[in-house]
């Protein structure tokens, strides 16, 4: 089995401050970027006693520069560096077998969510597909199915993963942590949550038989609620947006990589209009 691995920061055991996971924090941010690279070896680990094979890791937090590599095996491939043009996705395509997503979050909005957004808080307010509702974990994993790849793990938040096995009720999910509000957790230790990922990357692996890609069916729409109105101003020019209300865009295709690809120009293209005038 060929397995791509997504890997957040946000939904790390512990992580409950923007500061903890920012790059720029020189105290915590070292600790929990640590944290995470467990977290992500915990998985590979899993992985490969349930009979994986390849494994290509994407960094997806932040800057994508989180990694601490030689916490990770070294026959594994890591996709590192920011300003990826498929973003968290990057590598996704053909040749896989499954996809993981560990220390994911809960969608902007969401109750209990810690630090909960999708994608980036200051742009996007909320985003639907088909007038789904979509976190990161699921507009993610509409690209891996779109490929004929079944999501087989996820951990996080008790939010995120309860919202992902709604959707896709063969993934096996670890709670390693319960929202206390957005700035709170409940949450397991670090060695304890890597027990829980790693004991479930095995089973997920061993079960991915079952498993099913997860898609949106065509015709496909993608409405996103920006987060100030002057964010759509910007995302409207684009060819192939519609602007529907002050804060809301819309855009159709039939293709799910094009509606990926239109979701991440917007929210880079928006987040322009956040510099003030």
């Given at each position: 089995m060929r397995l791509y691995i997504s890997c957040d920061m946000e939904g790390t055991a512990g992580v409950c401050s923007w500061m903890q996971c920012d790059p720029s924090n020189t105290h915590e941010y070292p600790i929990y970027r640590r944290y995470m690279s467990q977290e992500v070896r915990a998985a590979i680990d899993g992985a490969r006693k349930g009979g994986a094979g390849e494994i290509v890791v994407n960094d997806s937090h932040w800057d994508m520069r989180n990694l601490l590599w030689d916490e990770l095996p070294a026959d594994v491939r890591v996709i590192s560096g920011g300003r990826k043009p498929l973003s968290m996705t990057q590598g996704l395509g053909k040749g896989f077998d499954g996809a993981m997503f560990t220390g994911y979050h809960a969608k902007a909005g969401?109750?209990?969510?810690?630090?909960?957004?999708?994608?980036?808080?200051?742009?996007?307010?909320?985003?639907?597909?088909?007038?789904?509702?979509?976190?990161?974990?699921?507009?993610?994993?509409?690209?891996?199915?779109y490929y004929g790849i079944p999501l087989l793990l996820v951990t996080g938040d008790r939010v995120v993963v309860e919202h992902v096995t709604q959707h896709m009720p063969w993934v096996t999910g670890v709670i390693v942590k319960e929202g206390i509000g957005h700035y709170a957790a409940d949450s397991m230790t670090q060695q304890a949550a890597c027990a829980a990922i790693r004991d479930a990357a095995a089973q997920a692996v061993k079960g991915a038989s079952k498993a099913k890609p997860f898609t949106f069916d065509p015709p496909l729409t993608l409405e996103i609620d920006t987060t100030h109105a002057e964010q759509a101003d910007f995302i409207e020019l684009m060819p192939g947006y519609q602007r529907t209300a002050g804060r809301t865009v819309r855009f159709q295709a039939r293709e799910y990589p094009e509606i990926f690809r239109a979701f991440i120009a917007a929210f880079r293209l928006g987040g322009a209009a956040n510099v003030r005038a």
């Open positions: 969401d109750r209990n969510g810690v630090l909960a957004h999708t994608y980036t808080g200051e742009t996007i307010y909320s985003v639907r597909v088909n007038g789904i509702d979509c976190s990161e974990a699921l507009l993610n994993a509409a690209m891996a199915g």
